[in-house]
């Protein structure tokens, strides 16, 4: 019966994909990644491949589509991706992976997820990934592989890191900092992949390329089992990468893989066929280690032990900002979109777009105020966008408190008690320290010289 492998690749299809890495949109860089790296490693007939797209919101549903697995269908479903217009539900959308592992029977289930940005929906993770989640994930042998793609803000990088290790996964980060190439970056997610096991059919790089240490003569090496004579049958069996006949001591670098191989077939007693078997999912000369490898006998090849980082989970104040808010509240169309990415009862001021903002900080600053010059806008069915102008605010409110709010707002000056004036004059200097328009200015001053000339004759 042949190995079974179910695999759930996670794309990002977020708004903030549509920004700049390099002088080229995010996705097309990311769709050429995987046309380059991913899809050529896990293109096998063994495997069962689901393409799924992130959740419409925090409460919607993932798009998933299952695959061919030969690689053109596989580029063609990726390169087919043309819409980015979402926040990004990341933890909800891997909940449902791992819901749709569940329900497929493998010998091993992975989730690959390359993501540019955190989770939008403001939800701790084990609020979405459940213990009996954590449970199922162990028990069925899922494993999940995390690319933080072009993630340039540290908490965001450290909540992804966070979350892929509290699931069990790995996480690694490419286009960030200084390795920005796309050369490092494919390099970077080959290596992943491969590590990661991700990428079945080939052999795990090596644990190191050089050692430190002193030389050790072969009358040490014998006191530790390891002998001339033993050397000399690795060297001829050809797994040995130098003839030890030819030295008289062993370089530390040398004595790493000799170390390798004696741990292998002399301390495990692992017969010579088997362990030539076993050698041959490696790279030659064996620069590896068995506190970096293990050979993991369920799916018969070797695998690196996980690197757990210390990671404590952060609020990301921002994060909203680098998706749909960014895109919804300020685009230049002036629309509003996804409005549970709001927060209820607070306000929210618009303001002129600035669309040479760098696409890795927030588009606009937002303004969070208690009060208003102009009428507030209910939003009532987000499925119908609502024309914004700049100045307007809007509210996210139980209706009475929108009704009652309005009202005030009709109040001609003599009907205004001292409390109103107080708050419209504080509304007034917010609007001027907000606004770079000198005809706003000056009308915003005139109003507040004719507030501040009502209160002082209230």
Request: with cysteine; aromatic share 10%; proline share 4%.
């Amino acid at each position: 019966m042949s190995y079974k492998r179910y695999i759930e690749i996670v794309f990002d299809d977020s708004s903030s994909m549509k920004g700049y890495l390099n002088g080229e949109p995010k996705h097309a860089i990311a769709k050429r990644l995987f046309d380059q790296q991913i899809l050529l490693s896990i293109a096998l007939p063994e495997n069962t491949i689901v393409l799924r797209l992130l959740r419409d919101n925090c409460n919607g549903t993932s798009y998933a589509q299952s695959l061919n697995n030969d690689y053109k269908s596989l580029s063609n479903a990726i390169n087919g991706i043309d819409r980015f217009d979402k926040g990004t539900p990341l933890y909800y959308t891997i909940k449902d992976s791992i819901v749709a592992c569940k329900n497929i029977i493998a010998d091993e289930h992975r989730i690959f997820v390359l993501t540019d940005g955190g989770d939008t929906c403001n939800v701790a993770m084990d609020q979405i990934i459940s213990k009996e989640d954590l449970k199922y994930i162990k028990q069925y042998n899922v494993n999940t592989l995390l690319v933080q793609f072009a993630i340039q803000n540290n908490v965001t990088a450290n909540n992804l890191s966070g979350f892929a290790q509290y699931i069990g996964g790995t996480s690694v980060s490419i286009g960030s900092g200084n390795n920005t190439s796309f050369a490092d970056m494919a390099s970077a997610l080959g290596k992943a992949i491969i590590s990661t096991g991700m990428a079945s059919d080939k052999p795990l790089p090596h644990c190191f390329e050089n050692a430190d240490g002193d030389n050790i003569s072969w009358a040490d090496a014998s006191k530790q089992g390891v002998s001339l004579h033993w050397a000399t049958l690795l060297f001829k069996e050809g797994l040995l990468s130098w003839d030890p006949n030819l030295r008289s001591h062993i370089l530390p670098l040398q004595w790493k893989e000799l170390w390798f191989l004696h741990t292998i077939f002399n301390v495990s007693a692992i017969r010579m066929p088997l362990g030539k078997a076993m050698l041959s999912k490696l790279i030659k000369p064996y620069y590896y280690s068995h506190d970096c490898i293990y050979w993991d006998f369920v799916k018969a090849r070797w695998q690196y032990f996980p690197t757990i980082p210390e990671i404590k989970q952060q609020i990301d104040e921002s994060v909203h900002w680098q998706d749909s808010p960014r895109e919804t509240l300020y685009p230049t169309k002036g629309y509003i979109r996804h409005q549970e990415n709001y927060q209820e009862n607070e306000y929210y001021l618009v303001e002129r777009n600035m669309p040479n903002r760098n696409w890795e900080s927030p588009l606009l600053d937002y303004q969070k105020v208690e009060f208003t010059l102009n009428p507030i806008i209910e939003i009532e069915d987000t499925k119908k966008p609502i024309t914004l102008k700049e100045g307007d605010i809007v509210v996210f409110s139980a209706k009475e408190k929108v009704e009652q709010l309005n009202e005030t707002l009709k109040q001609s000056p003599k009907e205004l008690t001292k409390e109103d004036i107080l708050i419209r004059i504080k509304g007034l200097e917010i609007m001027i320290k907000n606004t770079n328009d000198e005809n706003e200015l000056n009308k915003f001053n005139k109003r507040l010289n004719g507030l501040k000339l009502l209160l002082n004759n209230y």
